[in-house]
T-cell receptor, first 114, second 112 residues
């Protein structure tokens, strides 16, 4: 069974540009989460989808970040416009409806904003 | 939400058993204890999860005392490939979601 996949693995953009990160959860996992780790800091929760609905988006840093999960399958996280402090690693995780307490993480997308 | 405290780093030798203890004094009744392993440039990988007493799987054991204020991850006979960061998390149901709170983790270095 395929794990959580994320695309791209790396992205280098200039300040002010837009970047869209994609996450494909494990098939059948209704729950999808986004996390990020900025340089030198701990991994922080951003938001949680249940199917296509946002269950909790309390960790989203500001309105430059937009997450979507149309159709309840894959999710995208758009940063527009990107700022220098957005650099970091963005992780996606998913969990099945019957075992929400266990999350499976993807490899992450490394974003560098210059 | 319960925050965890664990050693910043540990060294061990190949073939030894490694025990990493985590403190979580504010754990609530319905919270789970979960451990993840992370290698450089990879996402956290689930190792083991438990609620109380002892849990064992093919890679590790998790010991949780009756008061649940701490837990110990035990890795039997470590190898060089076990060098990684290990995170202890208390998983709590809050606001309709299981929100993971990551700490700094324990950097385990396995020496030959």
């Amino acid at each position: 069974e395929a794990g959580v996949t994320q695309f791209p693995s790396h992205s280098v953009i200039e300040k002010g540009q837009t970047v869209t990160l994609r996450c494909d959860p494990i098939s059948g996992h209704d729950n999808l989460y986004w996390y990020r780790r900025v340089m030198g800091k701990e991994i922080k929760f951003l938001l949680h989808f249940v199917k296509e609905s946002k269950q909790d988006e309390s960790g989203m840093p500001n309105n430059r970040f937009l997450a979507e999960r149309t159709g309840g399958t894959y999710s995208t996280l758009k940063v527009q416009p990107a700022e220098l402090e957005d650099s970091g690693v963005y992780f996606c995780a998913s969990s099945p409806p019957e075992a929400q307490e266990t999350q499976y993480f993807g490899p992450g997308t490394r974003l560098l904003v210059l | 939400l319960a925050k965890t405290t664990q050693p910043v780093s540990m060294d061990s030798y190949e073939g030894q058993e490694v025990n990493i203890t985590c403190s979580h004094n504010n754990i609530a009744t319905n919270d789970y204890i979960t451990w993840y392993q992370q290698f450089p440039s990879q996402g956290p990988r689930f190792i083991i999860q438990g609620y109380k007493t002892k849990v064992t799987n093919e890679v590790a054991s998790l010991f949780i005392p009756a008061d649940r204020k701490s837990s110990t991850l035990s890795l039997p006979r470590v190898s060089l490939s076990d060098t990684a960061v290990y995170y202890c998390l208390v998983v709590a149901w809050t606001s309709g979601t299981y929100k993971y709170i990551f700490g700094t983790g324990t950097r385990l270095k396995v020496l030959a």
